[in-house]
């Protein structure tokens, strides 16, 4: 079976060109929906990737019709391929159906992996100099040194309960409990 998948980024926007295309190029059937590429909630592609079979095709007008990032694209025609399930670009004329078409994606997906480690290696050496810097990444505490000092002070009168001391800081248990274990 030859299954389609068409997406929009707004309701505005209209998928006409897309189906006509999937229709020329024989899909028996389309998914449709309007929504970012790059969230994941896509519902109608959930179910497009549910249907498709052994020995199916899953076609697109356009590789960024289907995801936004070559990561997402990647983990998505490899579990494809993986369930032998054939992949296919109308515009890019990607065809993981032909020993040509496997060469392009498997070179896409190379790609992709090359650019996750550069990332990965920059953001290291970016926060190993941070570090070297003296600057600690992540979000700045909700209690300061000296507000936890006071709160540990406060629950040392058995009278006072966590969750009132929390209020009182205008924090969760939780917070405060993370607060105290850094004193």
Same mark, same amino acid.
């Given at each position: 079976?030859? %299954?389609?998948?068409?997406? !929009? =980024? @707004? =309701? $505005? /926007?209209?998928?006409?060109?897309q189906l006509d295309a999937l229709e020329a190029s024989g899909c028996e059937r389309v998914y449709q $929906?309007?929504?970012?590429? *790059? =969230?994941?909630?896509?519902?109608e592609l959930a179910k497009c990737l549910d249907t498709v079979r052994e020995g199916d095709t899953l076609i697109v007008w356009r590789l960024d019709r289907l995801g936004r990032s070559l990561k997402d694209l990647v983990e998505i %025609?490899? $579990?494809? &391929?993986?369930?032998? !399930?054939? #992949?296919? =670009?109308? @515009? $890019? @004329? %990607?065809?993981? @159906?032909? *020993?040509?078409?496997?060469? !392009? #994606?498997? %070179? #896409?997906a190379g790609l992709a992996e090359f650019e996750r480690t550069l990332i /990965? &290696?920059?953001?290291?050496?970016g926060l190993a100099a941070a570090r070297a810097r003296g600057r600690n990444g992540g979000r700045p505490r909700k209690l300061t040194k000296a507000q936890a000092k006071k709160a540990s002070a406060m629950l040392s009168d058995l009278s006072i309960t966590k969750t009132e001391v929390a209020k009182h800081f205008g924090v969760t248990r939780a917070t405060l409990n993370k607060s105290l274990e850094c004193l």
């Amino acid at each position: 079976m030859v %299954i389609g998948y068409a997406r !929009v =980024s @707004t =309701s $505005e /926007q209209d998928t006409a060109l897309q189906l006509d295309a999937l229709e020329a190029s024989g899909c028996e059937r389309v998914y449709q $929906e309007a929504g970012s590429g *790059a =969230s994941r909630e896509r519902p109608e592609l959930a179910k497009c990737l549910d249907t498709v079979r052994e020995g199916d095709t899953l076609i697109v007008w356009r590789l960024d019709r289907l995801g936004r990032s070559l990561k997402d694209l990647v983990e998505i %025609i490899t $579990e494809l &391929e993986g369930r032998g !399930v054939g #992949f296919k =670009s109308l @515009t $890019e @004329t %990607i065809d993981t @159906t032909s *020993a040509g078409g496997k060469l !392009v #994606f498997h %070179i #896409f997906a190379g790609l992709a992996e090359f650019e996750r480690t550069l990332i /990965q &290696e920059r953001t290291r050496a970016g926060l190993a100099a941070a570090r070297a810097r003296g600057r600690n990444g992540g979000r700045p505490r909700k209690l300061t040194k000296a507000q936890a000092k006071k709160a540990s002070a406060m629950l040392s009168d058995l009278s006072i309960t966590k969750t009132e001391v929390a209020k009182h800081f205008g924090v969760t248990r939780a917070t405060l409990n993370k607060s105290l274990e850094c004193l």
